[in-house]
């Protein structure tokens, strides 16, 4: 069944201004709602103060009509006192009826879907579009609805462009960084080519080489794709093997800290991909972990960051390089200096090169060296700078370690 809520916008508003005339506004309303209802093949289930509960045989009959009740109302003469303006929202699913009532989670997922229009907006849920025979309207996103677990995937089918009154849901927990994305495009390009291709993926190398930007990067540009979303586990905080299972249920909003309930969590949700983040110092536990996930979760995936392969059955290791680029480099240097309030001189643009070079490339030390250090331009200035590239690299190797 395709289940589809009405209601009035702002009725408390129109009752306080209008009264008793609000009330022979509502009478015709309804009297229009049972119209186009009945005449879609659908049932009144029940009207409850400004609203209906109505249920249809199909998701094409639940649309055309919403849609022309919506198309009705907007044709209403403006000298009518008061023009009630309603939304409406549907959704598709099974259900039990029980006496002249329906009982069933879709009922609950079609009102919140109704909850989310604006006036003169008809909007359903992807299991209500994908029912019908032609696609209808424009998809508007994911989004998180009151009291339903997962995000619900909304179409606008009638209406303006005006917002759903619903935070859109992200399918990750990844933050949005402050910095730009420097030097690393066609490594991002392989590594979600990797990612396709391999149920895990490991990227491999030294402290400060940039592999938790890089693969938060890829997180946020296709967990939107990933039905079950994309999730970063920090791993670094953790001193024993045994906490690892409850991080992960942690992120994936689960209590409890067995692998078991883990996997109960990703089965549920079907495509997922989890990115574990330096595993090198719980290596062990973390290969166990993610052998027992692989094998109870058909639909996972894997992105790790380490300083040395999982060694697990299937496994693709796949190791990272420095900045090699003179451009990238001299970009991110650049980018950190200018957020330290300093100007990089474009006579100064071979010193840095230079210093960039020192570092081995390395982007935690270049992010250093240009956040914390003024750009000299005199020949002892350079003299001095290329003196302490190694100290530099030697530093920012260190509080990489200490992390």
Known sequence: ???????????????????????????????????HTCAAGGVVVKTEGD?????????????????????????????????????????????????????????????????????????????????????????????????????????????????????????TNVRIPVTGFVGRTQELSMLRALVTEHPLVTVIGPGGLGKTRLVSELVLQIAAGIPGGAWLVELASLGAGDQIPSAVGQVLGIQGGDVGGVAGEVRRRGEVLLVLDNCEHLIDAVADMVAELLEACPNLRVLCTSREPLQVAGEHAWPLSPLRERAARLELFTQRAWAGGAKVPDQSVEMVDRLCTALDGLPLAIELAGGCQMVCVSDRSQQRNDDDCCDRKDRATGLQEGR
């Open 1 to 35: 069944m395709t289940f589809a809520f009405v209601d009035v916008v702002e009725s408390t508003k129109r009752f306080a201004e209008h009264g008793d005339a609000f009330v022979e506004a509502l009478a015709v309303l309804q009297e229009r709602v049972a119209r």
């Open 51 to 171: 609203g209906a509960f109505l249920a249809f045989p199909s998701a094409q009959a639940a649309i055309d009509a919403l849609v022309a009740l919506q198309d009705e109302l907007a044709h209403v003469p403006v000298e009518v006192v008061p023009r009630l303006s309603v939304r409406a929202g549907a959704h598709t699913g099974n259900a039990v009826p029980v006496a002249d009532d329906y009982v069933a989670l879709a009922v609950n997922v079609a009102a919140r879907v109704a909850s989310v229009a604006g006036a003169g907006q008809v909007v359903v849920s992807a299991a209500t579009e994908a029912e019908l025979p032609t696609p209808a309207g424009v998809r508007v996103g994911d989004y998180d609805l009151k009291d339903v677990v997962d995000p619900v995937e909304l179409w606008r089918v009638c209406g303006d462009e005006t917002p759903l009154r619903a935070p859109p849901a992200r399918r």
